[in-house]
């Protein structure tokens, strides 16, 4: 069954508008700056919403232009987490950023209708998911010298792909000395790094099904409110 947490979501990335990835990643850093301070190291959130800007090829002048502007920021962005049902067991969490709660509830209800699901109770799709932390790496080390490397770690899933791609799933806990490690081995590189939800278990939709889920995603992606969804699909 397929995992390809991030190599597959970098794929659907070049698909979309760089623009509208951008305005959600500054809406991000702002509101990270904004609740927790400017200081990257002493706020986990804006830390992460930064190392996403730069892997996404935000320009170092609008990340730190966000932060800087964030005190004076006059928009009071709610984060707001969507916990969903879909059919045939599908689960999905969807994260927003909004000045406009009504508006947004009302965008994911249409796109809900689409999928054929509905909101569910607090907690009761979080539950099937973990947050981890998730590798796409490009190198010419085998999955055994890499794990080598990395022995001191809680590494809790890796698995190789076609050119030198190797996805791997370690503890949060342990993600930023895992990152520190592999940005030192030679011939190896980043393609994309990230804590995020993913599910404790996968399923496989039926074809219309499929189709509806990829109906609810690109109508969430086009969504200035809506930051990101998980899904607990297999494809």
Not at 172 to 183: A, G, L, Q, R, V
């Amino acid at each position: 069954m397929p995992r390809k947490h991030l190599i597959a979501s970098q794929n659907n990335k070049k698909q979309q508008d760089n623009a509208k990835i951008w305005m959600k990643l500054a809406r991000e850093i702002r509101a990270a700056a904004k609740t927790g301070g400017p200081n990257i190291d002493a706020n986990p959130r804006l830390k992460a919403a930064v190392e996403k800007a730069l892997q996404n090829n935000l320009s170092k002048e609008s990340i730190e232009r966000n932060i800087k502007g964030a005190q004076k920021d006059t928009d009071n962005l709610e984060q707001q987490i969507y916990e969903i049902y879909g059919p045939s067991g599908l689960s999905v969490i969807l994260s927003a950023l909004t000045d406009n709660p009504g508006r947004t509830r009302a965008n994911v209800n249409a796109a809900l209708a689409k999928l054929h699901g509905q909101i569910a109770k607090t907690n009761s799709v979080l539950m099937n998911f973990s947050i981890k932390g998730i590798f796409a790496i490009k190198t010419k080390l085998t999955i055994d010298e890499l794990i080598e490397k990395l022995i001191d770690f809680s590494i809790e899933d890796i698995n190789d792909y076609e050119n030198n791609e190797i996805e791997l799933i370690c503890s949060k806990n342990d993600y930023y000395s895992i990152k520190k490690i592999i940005e030192s081995l030679p011939d190896t590189s980043i393609i994309a790094s990230e804590i995020k939800y993913i599910p404790n278990s996968y399923i496989e939709l039926g074809a219309e099904e499929q189709e509806r889920l990829n109906t609810f995603l690109d109508m969430t992606s086009a969504d200035d409110d809506v930051q990101w969804v998980v899904t607990n699909s297999a494809y």
